[in-house]
């Protein structure tokens, strides 16, 4: 299995700009999970969908920020306008606590830099 | 109280020794504990569950106070591999796979 994907993996952009990540789960896996990590504040769960439909978005920082879940294989994750203290690394995870573990298996995140 | 609180380190040992971590959680409800691992500049990956008292797989161990509410890791004998920001991880009484992730303690082997 590929793993959990993400693209791009560096994004760097003017503030203002619309920004998205992309993140495809692992197959089968039917929960899915957007991350921010920061220095400052670590690693905070943004907002996490179960089978396409979002849970809690109680994380998402504000209204620029916007998730989606098209169907299984697929989430974005758009930041719209984007502001310099938007920059961290963003991480998508996904999970199948069905199939008997709890383990959430992250992908290698987008490091955004927004100048 | 912060939800998971953990001493960020770094924590510097030699080759072999063995080395604690301590991370103490504020919601009492909590039954399950994880502890992920994470190297420089790479995503977290899940290091060992804790559903009871404890957990041992090789060189590591965690351990679970429920009276205090604190969860720790062991390492024995470290390597240089060894060397990463190790998470403490608890869920939420929200919901089972909502997580909150401690700000890690970082360990430094060095030969």
């Known amino acids: 299995d590929a793993g959990v994907i993400q693209s791009p993996r560096h994004e760097v952009t003017e503030m203002g700009q619309e920004v998205t990540l992309r993140c495809k789960p692992i197959s089968g896996h039917d929960y899915l999970f957007w991350y921010r990590q920061t220095m400052m504040r670590g690693l905070e769960l943004l907002i996490y969908f179960n089978n396409n439909v979002p849970i809690d978005d109680s994380g998402m920082p504000e209204d620029r920020f916007s998730a989606k879940m098209p169907n299984a294989s697929f989430s974005t994750l758009k930041i719209q306008p984007s502001e310099p203290r938007d920059s961290a690394v963003y991480f998508c995870?996904?999970?199948?606590?069905?199939?008997?573990?709890?383990?959430?298996?992250f992908g290698p995140g987008t490091r955004l830099t927004v100048t | 109280r912060k939800e998971v609180e953990q001493d960020p380190g770094p924590f510097n040992v030699p080759e072999g020794a063995t080395v604690a971590f301590n991370c103490t959680y504020s919601n009492s409800a909590s039954q399950s504990f994880f502890w992920y691992r994470q190297d420089c500049r790479k995503e977290p990956k899940l290091l060992m569950s804790v559903y009871s008292s404890g957990n041992e797989d090789g060189r590591f161990t965690a351990q679970l106070n429920r009276a205090s509410q604190y969860i720790s890791l062991l390492i024995r004998d470290s390597k240089l591999s060894d060397s990463a920001t190790y998470l403490c991880v608890v869920p939420t009484n929200t919901g089972f796979q909502k997580l909150v992730f401690g700000t890690g303690t970082r360990l430094l082997v060095s030969p």
């Open positions: 995870a996904s999970s199948s606590p069905g199939q008997g573990s709890d383990e959430q298996y």
